[in-house]
């Protein structure tokens, strides 16, 4: 059970997330560094989608990621969905991690990553988990979806989804923003369930029929809202059918989950992991053709829980990465058709 104390570190590391993304939204481009050397540490770690992986430093995360970012999505404004904190499962329940999910929304002005601006509206899908030590964020996992905004200026790099994709929405019950102190024991309970859905789902050994297997831990009308390329799909039956039969059957030679972090609290918890997994296409995948070579899926996983099962789950995977491990880059190919 958490104590008062922890309680109250829970809310003093979401407060100072909360102050962290407040001054990167209000920072001008080539402020960001200072934002980020405010409220980092000296070892900061930072892990990102392809094409920018680990960065060390907060000087590496605004001159790779945020500045340019910025520049190119101007009035950058930044929509939360989802927000809480917990104890770290992975490491023993020592470390504090917040997590945070939305959009970043701007103005697609200028270039970035070769993706050609629109002059419009544009959405990035993002998710991301700080670890807080000391008053300090000290690493930081950032998922963004770049397909889905690639997909906005007119570019679908995977036309064979085999889901709908849609702009991603937050939680049915609007109450992921977990600002306040939430009972321990809710917290437990949806981390448990997490776990026993990753015993279940996470291994593909579970013996049972499909849906059989989804029902032990989903809800019957649950909504699973993956990234572009895979698509959003409602029921177990749908999604059954329009994801996870399908993407079982392209992989062979799935390894054992790995996670980095995983938490939760209240009705939320989620995870992370660099990579969560490796399995090789050999059934082909997302219209590539069947492959030996193993791919890496880095993958954020936000689940929202209600009465005794999963009912919603937000899903980043770096698509990107898996797909330049059998040897198409797809950002190459925009700089080149530039």
């Known amino acids: 059970m958490e104590t008062p104390e922890i309680m109250a570190e829970f809310q003093s590391a979401k407060q100072l997330v909360l102050a962290h993304h407040a001054g990167l939204d209000a920072a001008d481009p080539d402020a960001t560094g200072q934002i980020l050397a405010r409220d980092t540490s000296p070892d900061y770690l930072w892990r990102g989608y392809y094409p920018f992986g680990e960065l060390p430093g907060h000087e590496a995360v605004a001159t790779r990621f945020w500045q340019p970012l910025k520049t190119a999505l101007s009035r950058l404004q930044r929509r939360d969905d ?30 970035w990553l070769g993706i050609q601006p629109t002059g419009k509206l544009a959405l990035l899908r993002y998710c991301t988990f700080h670890r807080v030590e000391g008053n300090r964020i000290t690493e930081t996992a950032m998922y963004f979806d770049i397909p889905h905004l690639m997909a906005q200026t007119g570019h679908r790099i995977f036309p064979n989804q085999t889901a709908q994709h849609l702009v991603q929405p937050g939680p049915r019950t609007h ?31 579970s013996g049972l029929p499909l849906e059989e297997e989804l029902a032990r831990t989903w809800a019957d009308d649950m909504l699973w809202w993956g990234p572009e390329g895979i698509g959003a799909t409602y029921t177990i039956e749908r999604y059954a059918k329009q994801h996870s039969r399908p993407f079982r059957s392209a992989f062979t030679d799935r390894s054992a989950t790995g996670h980095i972090a995983r938490l939760a609290e209240g009705h939320y918890g989620g995870f992370f992991g660099w990579p969560n997994f490796t399995a090789r296409p050999t059934g082909g995948f997302m219209g590539l053709p069947p492959s030996d070579i193993a791919c890496e899926f880095r993958v954020i996983d936000i689940y929202r829980r209600e009465a005794g099962k999963l009912a919603e789950n937000w899903i980043f995977i770096d698509l990107l990465h898996s797909c330049k491990m059998q040897g198409i880059d797809h950002l190459a190919q925009m700089t080149t058709e530039v």
């Open 82 to 111: 989802i927000f809480f904190a917990g104890r770290n499962q992975i490491d023993g329940f020592e470390s504090i991690w917040v997590v945070s999910m939305g959009h970043l929304m701007g103005l697609f002005d200028q270039p």
């Open 175 to 205: 109450d992921g923003l977990l600002y306040d102190v939430q009972p321990a024991k809710t917290g437990q309970v949806t981390l448990d369930l997490i776990n026993a859905m990753i015993t279940d789902l996470g291994q593909w050994q």
